[in-house]
């Protein structure tokens, strides 16, 4: 089982950045495809950006696409998620999430969140107009 911790939430204005970290405990990130999701008051949780195990392919939801970057260090058995020039509209808890396979050639990003097993706690970001 691994467990996920994420950091680096908080608020900024309109046009600034911020850097979200999610680190793994009790395992290490390589038997894992990864994403982050964020969910908005009154919203449904929604995908935001996925990295696949194989670490070939990365996937965006359109909303973010070209200000988000995902990415994994392995070496401190973290991701992160960059994002820059944020907008109001990016104000959200945002999540971390985890998914098992054992295929090393993996490159899948699954958007819908039922596919996922782990789950961080979520750090909320807060985007000022």
């Known amino acids: 089982q691994v467990y996920l911790v994420e950091s680096g939430g908080g608020l900024v204005q309109a046009g600034g950045s911020l850097r979200l970290s999610c680190e793994a405990f009790?395992?290490?990130?390589?038997?894992?495809?990864v994403s982050w999701f964020r969910q908005a008051p009154g919203k449904e949780r929604e995908f935001v950006a996925g990295?696949?195990?194989?670490?070939?392919?990365?996937s965006y939801t359109d909303a973010v696409k070209g200000r988000f970057t995902i990415s994994m260090n392995s070496a401190i058995n973290a991701m992160s998620l960059q994002m820059n020039s944020l907008e109001p509209e990016d104000t959200a808890v945002y999540y971390c999430?985890?998914?098992?396979?054992?295929?090393?050639?993996?490159?899948?990003?699954?958007?819908?969140?039922?596919?996922?097993?782990?789950w961080g706690q979520g750090t909320q970001v807060t985007v000022s107009s």
């Open positions: 990295l696949s195990r194989s670490g070939s392919r990365t």
């Open positions: 999430a985890a998914r098992h396979t054992t295929d090393t050639s993996d490159t899948n990003i699954n958007t819908s969140l039922q596919t996922y097993t782990n």
């Open positions: 009790g395992r290490t990130f390589s038997n894992y495809a």
